[in-house]
Structures are given as C-alpha cells and as structure tokens.
C-alpha cells in the first residue's frame, strides 16, 4: 500500500486574519477551529485512500451512519508548539500514532499506519500554520490541539465491525483546559458510576469511555467540584482516572505514585513522560494499586503532600481538594505544590523549545 499525502484542495482561508488574531488573543479549550481538516477513507475493498486537506465544516452523514447506532469511534489529543524562533512542534506523535492503532484493534477499526498519521497531522499542520498561537503571546501557554478521530461511515444498521470508516484531523487553538486555569482542582469522588470495566475498552481512546464519564462529572458540578474521580468498576475501591486525565500523588519521602495500567486505564503519553522526568529528579516511581480510602487517609496525615492531574489537554493540574458523599479532604495546604509545578514547568519547558530535549520527544512539524 502507497503511503497517504494530504493535498491541500482549496487554499482559501474560512476566516479573517482579524478574527483569527481574536481568537489567538484568547483561545480557551475547544471553541474555536481552523481553516482546514484533513481526510481520508478507509474502505474494505480499498484500504486507505483519498487523503485530502480541506476546509473545516460539517461533515454530511445518512442517519443510518454505523457510528450513529454503535459508536464505533476513536479519537486522539496532541498539540503542536511554536518555540520562540517562530518554528512549530509536537510532542511524541509516534506515541499517539500508536495508541490509535491499539484503539483501532480494541474497536474493530483498520489501524492507520504510523507515516500516514504523521503525514496528516504534518500536513495539516502546515496549512494551518498561522493558528499556532505564539510562543509565551497574550494568551500564555497556549497551543494548537490537534484532535484525528476516525469512525464507522458505513451506511448500515446491522451489528458487526464497518466497511468503510472516514478519518479526519481537526485542530483548535488552545490555552486552559480548566476554565479556572492552573488552579487547584476540586475532585469528586463517585461511587455511583464506574467509567471503564474489565475486559471492557477503558484503555482505548473510544467516545463510549468520555460519554460514560459525563453523568460522573454532572454529580461531581452538583457538589461544587471541577472533575470526577472513577474507581475500579469490580471493587469500587481503587483510584482508576478522572473523566479525560490520569491522576498522581507525591509523597513527603519522595514517592510519585500513579494507578497500574490494568486494561481500564487510558495509558496517557503525558503520563508516560513524567514517569521518566520523575525517576530522572530522584523520585521513587511507584505504579500500583492505589486504594482510595488509604490515599484518603494519607492525604489527611499528611504522607501525601500533592496531587495532580494529568493529560494533553490538561497538561499537570493540581488537585487542591477531594470530595466524596463522605466527606472532604484538603490535599497538602488546598494550593498548588510546589513539586507539582515544577514538573509542570520541566515538562512544558522541553514542548516550548525552553529546556533540552534530551528524550528527543519533540517532531518539528
Ligand atoms: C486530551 O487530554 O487530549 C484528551 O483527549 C482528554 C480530553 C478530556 C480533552
């Protein structure tokens, strides 16, 4: 099979450079797109073809669209960066480019090889390049999202895996997932809802583990906190992941522990990086199970002096307070750690081109 190349089909922009330079000024998360997307399909005669930039829009579908019915549906998160001398970066694209393709096997969808997936956010990214927001500009730590997602087109209402599937990558200027920004998160605690099962998909990137999260997140609105937190779904006991984010905890003898990968678990690429930017400052790397009344506990004793979330839209959020039909727990001194944003500041350092990239993370696009 030829290697995918996503030619730019109209090179009209959508939007003025006056609304654009608006939207740069104050990206918030998810709200505003680009001039162009890139396509392309998937077909089980044809395997992949047809790669395609073309201008953001809707996207015409049969109401018996398969992805309608069974949400045979994965998506990825990476951002691209601008570094000071003006040139555009991502961070570990190889890692999504892989974990689409785990998602793929888990949802019965064609895997998108890695040099197609690269090619495309490549391409895209290059079209769109005036929608990078500047490096350390009005909107601080702002970015472009880059968000590929692909899913069943085919025009069928019977039960089996697609014939045909459309992947496309969109992108969205970004700054603060939390409309709070960098500020304390207070969690949630649900005992009334799992988000992933064993067995289940809770370590794909699937749409079904993000719409099982939301009545979570509703309750957690409901008691005045910012995030879920979802425990296992056979004991209701151990910590599993917020509703898009991993979560940590450091200790006051030099401990960063994070949940196993036990298959419920999206294995995140931000978590993956500060596991190795962690061992390289001399933190004990501990994954393990981690039970939520004994992390309570050592919150409340003072063992665990913070705690965080993590992810590509999130980047390292701190957790200042959890919440559970319990009870509440301050986390540390209910601000942000000091362990917390450091790491947050290496890790960003080495995306913004400010710190060495001595891991080789960073692709220039
Ligand atoms: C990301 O961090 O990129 C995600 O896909 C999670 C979502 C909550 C935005």
Redesign the pocket.
């Known amino acids: 099979m030829t290697a995918l190349t996503f030619p730019l089909a109209d090179a009209a922009r959508r939007i003025s450079q006056e609304e654009r330079d608006a939207v740069l000024a104050a990206p918030g998360f ?1 709200q505003h797109f680009t001039d162009f997307m890139a396509h392309a399909r998937w077909s089980i005669d044809g395997g992949w073809h047809g790669g395609e930039l073309i201008p953001f829009g809707p996207i015409s579908l049969s109401p018996a669209t398969a992805v309608l019915h069974y949400a045979q549906e994965i ?4 951002k691209a960066f601008r570094h000071a001398d003006g040139s555009v970066w991502t961070f570990r694209p190889e890692k999504n480019a892989e974990r689409l393709q785990r998602s793929a096997r888990r949802l019965a969808l064609p895997e998108l090889p890695t040099e197609d997936f690269l090619a495309s956010v490549r391409e895209l990214v290059a079209a769109d390049e005036p929608w990078v927001p500047t490096a350390g500009g009005e909107a601080g730590e702002a970015s472009l ?1 880059l968000r590929p997602f692909m899913f069943a087109s085919e025009e069928f209402l019977g039960v089996r895996a697609a014939q045909q599937v459309d992947y496309y990558v969109i992108a969205s200027p970004a700054g603060n ?1 939390f409309p709070r920004g960098v500020q304390p998160l207070v969690v949630w605690i649900t005992d009334a809802f799992a988000r992933a099962g064993a067995g289940g998909t809770g370590a794909a ?1 699937c749409g079904g583990n ?1 719409a099982s999260s939301l009545l979570g997140k509703r309750e957690a609105a409901q008691n005045g906190a910012d995030e879920v937190l979802f425990l296992d779904s056979e004991t209701h006991t151990a910590i599993d992941e917020l ?3 991993n979560v940590f905890a450091l200790t006051r003898d030099g401990r960063i522990e994070t949940p196993t990968l036990t298959g419920s678990i999206l294995e995140g690429v931000t978590r993956d990086s500060l596991l190795r930017l962690a061992a390289d400052r001399g933190l004990e790397v501990v994954e393990t199970r981690m039970v939520a009344e004994d992390v309570l506990a050592r919150v409340a004793s003072g063992e665990i002096t913070e705690m965080f979330a993590c ?4 980047v390292i959020t701190p957790i200042g307070e959890f919440r559970s039909p319990q009870g509440a727990w301050t986390v540390g001194d209910g601000g942000s750690g000091e362990l917390t944003l450091a790491l947050r500041s290496e890790l960003t350092d080495i995306q913004y081109g400010r710190a060495e990239d001595r891991y080789g993370w960073l692709t220039r696009l």
Request: aromatic share 24%; proline share 0%; glycine share 24%.
């Open positions: 998810g998506f990825e998160g990476m999202y997932y990137k993000y509703s898009g984010m992810g590509t839209a999130a």
